[in-house]
């Protein structure tokens, strides 16, 4: 279990920009939980300062002179592995980038400070803090160590005949929350999922931007479709909608028919999107009809929601401790007794279409 430091958690920031650095230094030292122990320019005046005194966390540019970010991470996590939060300016060309930080092991992605728009600045600086702390508590070695891939059948090309679910007149809804490791998690969770899966909604705590790419790249190894969502689309069989960085997503419902719609305003529990704001539509519109699932995760979004998911009546799972890159949002929903089951990753996708197929009753 995560235990209280006693120390501050000392920060390397590592910025080709000038300008960046010294945002980052007063971000970072306005959180008494938080230390800049360093600063630099570039990848090797980073393993200098690396090789006189390790760093509990690195802030890492993406694109810098001499060596590029992800390089940088590459061999960091092979020789001396440190969490790392990739920072990044607010541009869609740097998505595919990213992704490859996440998969050399990036705990998590930021957008950098924007100076000048007080707002941003404001929430830059919950965001980063935010990241920094998740970072400090990751299991790298579940980050780093994905499980393997598994094997597909013919359900990945023809969907099989005789699905119960396909007769249901009451459609169940899958809603998934999720934050530091959750990328690799959904990942894991969505492609255990059938073709003919039931409709799964989804907020991962993710820039803008970056949400699409996470999508599409989601879609091209998953049995269903996986796409960002947009402004009243449908949830539909066979589907995942993820919800776009920097919007609210919502579900909402007409007859029988389940939609999503998108909102600006504030963060809530610290984040936009939240699992707190989307779950609590969920149990309003979906009810029993509903199946929660609150993956790995610093903080507590989500928890609240998915308690209010349990009184609605719906079924509500919990990803357990063993697999959570970061057990916080799950350990904090589990306190709040809005877990009805804690399973491991693996068995979070059987089990929810378990209750999807047999319509158990919960509440």
Request: a positive charge; proline letters at 6%; charged letters at 25%.
């Amino acid at each position: 279990m995560m235990t209280r430091r006693r120390s501050p958690i000392r920060v390397l920031i590592v910025d080709d920009s000038a300008a960046v650095r010294e945002a980052m230094a007063q971000i970072v030292s306005s959180d008494p939980a938080l230390e800049v122990m360093a600063t630099a320019g570039d990848p090797i005046i980073a393993a200098q300062r690396i090789r006189a005194e390790k760093p509990d966390v690195i802030t890492l540019d993406v694109e810098m002179p001499r060596m590029d970010g992800v390089t940088f991470l590459r061999r960091l996590m092979s020789q001396h592995p440190i969490p790392v939060v990739m920072c990044s300016s607010l541009v869609s060309d740097n998505s595919e980038t990213l992704h490859q930080a996440l998969q050399a092991g990036a705990v998590e992605i930021v957008c950098k400070p924007r100076m000048g728009v007080k707002t941003f600045l404001d929430e830059s600086r919950t965001r980063i803090c935010d990241a920094i702390k998740a970072a400090a508590s990751a299991r790298l070695h579940l980050l780093r160590n994905p499980p393997p891939e598994p094997k597909l059948t013919a359900d990945a090309v023809l969907h099989p005949a005789g699905s119960r679910a396909m007769v249901r007149t009451t459609e169940k809804v899958v809603a998934v929350g999720a934050s530091t490791g959750g990328t690799e998690a959904l990942r894991i969770f969505l492609q255990a999922m059938p073709a003919d899966s039931p409709p799964i909604a989804i907020v991962q705590h993710m820039p803008e931007t970056f949400t699409a790419a996470f999508a599409q790249r989601l879609d091209g190894i998953c049995r269903i479709s996986v796409r960002e969502a947009r402004d009243g689309d449908r949830l539909l069989r066979g589907q995942a909608l993820i919800a776009p960085g920097n919007r609210h997503m919502l579900l909402s419902r007409s007859g029988a028919a389940y939609s999503v719609t998108l909102r600006d305003g504030p963060l809530v529990s610290r984040h936009r999107p939240s699992v707190d704001v989307f779950f609590r539509s969920v149990a309003k519109f979906a009810g029993r009809n509903a199946v929660g699932v609150i993956m790995t995760g610093m903080g507590d979004d989500g928890a609240k929601g998915l308690k209010e998911m349990r009184m609605a009546g719906a079924a509500t799972l919990g990803q357990n401790e063993a697999t959570c890159v970061v057990y916080g949002m799950p350990k904090e929903a589990r306190r709040a007794g809005a877990v009805e089951e804690e399973l491991p990753l693996e068995r979070l996708a059987p089990a929810a279409l378990r209750i999807c197929a047999g319509a158990v009753s919960h509440g």
